[in-house]
């Protein structure tokens, strides 16, 4: 198994555990601040990463197309987390996070779209099973 999917398959199952812990997590309180917390987490875990492995770059040495890309794709990801944990406050987390994981069809379509990635016949069968089986589920 190469190395990304050793880290796609850890990103998947965490990704399965934040849908269980906030579903029990946002049960007391409201979705927008639960999201408050939950981002203080990963900027602290975040944080000590970079500062205890040595990974930490001078700001200036971050080209700007880099700063306008990370700070959409930080925007991106901050409405993302709102509208999830609105959808965890009053629906299933069964019922919600495969819905959610229609984000891998839309970077699939968006990939091809935007940045000329190609994808063989094989592969967007397995995009359309993805979105069909997330629809399935979610019903």
Known sequence: MASWQVWALAAAGFAALTAIF????VAGINADFATFIRTLVVVALAGGI???GGQWQPLETVP???WLFLLLSGLATGASWLCY??????????????I??????FVAVLGVLLLGEKLSLANW???????GGALL???
Do not use: E
């Open 100 to 105: 959610d994981k229609l984000s891998v069809v």
């Open 64 to 66: 700007s197309r880099t």
């Open 22 to 25: 906030a579903k029990i997590g």
């Open 137 to 139: 589920v979610a019903l």
């Open 50 to 52: 970079v500062a205890f």
């Open 85 to 98: 944990f609105r959808a965890l406050k009053t629906g299933d987390a069964a019922r919600v996070a495969p």
């Open 125 to 131: 069968l397995g995009v359309a099973l993805m979105a």
